[in-house]
């Protein structure tokens, strides 16, 4: 459940369509003003993810050895579809940060034994280096949030931000098993991920066809699952290579990856290839069909024990 998935029901009314206009009076009438103004300020990111893809990343973690009484972080959860599908097995005590207050008031009627903040995740007051593991969807887009706590480098972009944020609260050993557009590993500034690196080890990514999130989103786009732990102070690091980019040949021309996927193409369930309009420049997106055992796949891939 999301906002992100009919964001035309708020549109003003001159370019809102026809079919809309009887439920977007409704919703109107139904909510109070500042409720209204927090649904549509989700809509860019108040997405739902697809139940395969959180259930792969439980069993990534999984697999990785976390275990039963872990304390999981979701720094913007929804309703709360990973509390939801997370194995009994694996539950502890579990924290969720979910902007939209009528989102969080279902997040906290469904989960009454969880923690959630009906707040921005820069107004959150959390314990860093205290989460076993953060888990979830960031929100990605580029935009910027206000946090002076955070340096404006890894503010400047909303996804950017949510992975040094969750890396401030995941403890030493802890894991982020994070949803990200995928310019966190392919875009040619690589503040974010040298920043990451300085601090965590990638244990690996997972690539997944931009039509992984059209039934459930209403969007095409291509993002990456990735998985990294949080070094403790001192050690060296392990894990991959990921702060540069190589390319690879396709179809229509050569195509700037993450280092890490051009070493490991398996780890891409799909063909990249390049995709434009004659109004926009060719784009690298990542063609194909998701199904579980592609995505069993990739997750057996993963490095067993490393939490």
């Given amino acids: 459940m999301g906002w992100g998935g009919i964001p035309g029901i708020f549109e003003s009314d001159y370019r809102r369509r026809e079919e809309w206009d009887k439920p977007a009076e409704e919703l109107r009438k139904l909510l109070t003003d500042d409720e209204y103004e927090s649904a549509r300020a989700s809509t860019p990111n108040a997405h739902f993810t697809s139940p395969m893809v959180i259930s792969a990343i439980w069993a990534g973690l999984q697999r990785m050895g976390l275990g039963k009484g872990a304390q999981v972080l979701e720094p913007a959860m929804g309703v709360g579809h990973f509390f939801g599908m997370q194995p009994e097995s694996m539950q502890g005590h579990r ?17 009454p034994d969880s923690t959630i903040f009906q707040k921005g995740f820069e107004e959150t007051p959390l314990p860093d280096n205290y989460f076993d593991a953060v888990v979830g969807n960031v929100p990605f887009g580029d935009y910027a949030v206000h946090d002076p706590s955070m340096k404006r480098q890894f503010t400047r972009a909303i996804h950017d931000y949510f992975f040094a944020k969750s890396l401030e609260k995941t403890r030493p050993g802890g894991v982020m098993a994070l949803i990200t557009s ?15 690196a300085e601090h965590a ?36 690091p392990s894990g991959e290579s990921w702060q540069h980019l190589e390319t690879i040949d396709s179809p229509d021309g050569p195509i700037a990856v993450n280092e890490y996927f051009a070493r490991h193409p398996e780890m891409m369930l799909g063909k990249m290839k390049l995709e434009g309009t004659m109004y926009r420049g060719a784009e690298p997106t990542l063609e194909g069909q998701l199904t579980p055992a592609l995505l069993n796949r990739a997750v057996e891939a993963l490095p067993k024990g490393a939490y």
């Fill in 95 to 111: 924290t969720g940060v979910e902007l939209d207050a009528i989102t969080a008031r279902i997040a906290k009627k469904l989960y």
């Fill in 182 to 196: 995928r310019y966190t590993m392919d875009k040619e500034n690589d503040a974010i991920r040298k920043h990451l």
């Fill in 201 to 236: 080890d990638l244990l690996g990514a997972i690539r997944l066809p931009n039509t992984a999130f059209k039934g459930n989103a209403g969007t095409e786009v291509t993002t990456d699952i990735l998985f990294l732990r949080k070094r403790a102070p001192g050690a060296h």
